[in-house]
């Protein structure tokens, strides 16, 4: 049997491993998921997702520093000013990562009754989800449709 | 100001936190990564992704039991039997996730020259991307057109 295709290319440029090295654990995810659900506080984010407080500042200077996030401040009456975090442009385009988290994790890990939150089109209401298309047009069904080239920077494996 | 609404609501039957913990850390998603790219013999995933073998051990042990890759004889002339690793449907099902993270990985950290690797629609040729559409059909350009709401498995959050 001849060796897979993808062992003669670099894997060292891969942007999906870049990706993972900025967002690619677990309490990074969350607190994205909690900044895409409106929880912009630190203390509010530690309600919702029970992560330490060192790693929980770890994580926003990490994303803030990606431009992932960006701090903004705010005044409580009576209170000093503190900061919250918004998403950036670079931050609301990471949408689709945890839609299609969610698609996949409701349809194999949700409770019998279903899932706990659901995502529709503002205005119609309808759910949102996420399709594969071409630039073409044609709307992929299933990833056997999707075939994978070399792109402009691919490199050749070293050995 | 009024507290965010998402904090009225429990996140412990959250699917993305689910999903995570199955495949939320960035050495699963580099297995996942290379399987999709054809990848499946154990010596083929440590040349392509440097992890260290006890810990693709247990990644991959980690991925049969929750059923998303399933192990496969295959011998290879004069050695003993050996596993190659094959995803499921529930496996192929996880494409879009990896999509997503490529899709925003070759916008904001790839080389100058472009994507290491493209994904394309077998047979037209033309690129594949993921949409966000509604199930009355439109189109979401933006994150700002969903909005999220408790669906049948949510749960009041307890202080």
Redesign the interface.
Known sequence: ?S?????D???D??????????I???WT??VL??V?????RFD?LT???AIPRTVLTDRLRRLVDAGVLRKEP?R?PGTRSRMEYRLTE?G?????????????????????????????????E???????????G?E?K??????????????RRVA
């Not at 949700?110 to 939150?117: T, V």
């Open positions: 049997m060796s897979p295709a993808a062992l290319w670099s894997a440029n891969c942007t999906i491993g870049r990706t993972l090295d900025l690619g654990d677990r995810f969350l998921r909690e895409f659900n409106g929880i912009r509010d309600v919702r997702t705010y409580e670079k609301l385009d990471l949408y689709p990562v945890l839609l299609a988290l969610q698609t996949w994790g409701d349809r194999y890990l949700a409770d019998p009754e279903g899932a706990p939150i659901e995502f529709a089109h503002r205005g119609c309808a759910k949102v989800q996420l399709v594969m298309r071409c630039e073409a044609h992929l299933r990833v056997r449709d999707v075939t994978g080239r070399p792109g402009p920077s691919a490199r």
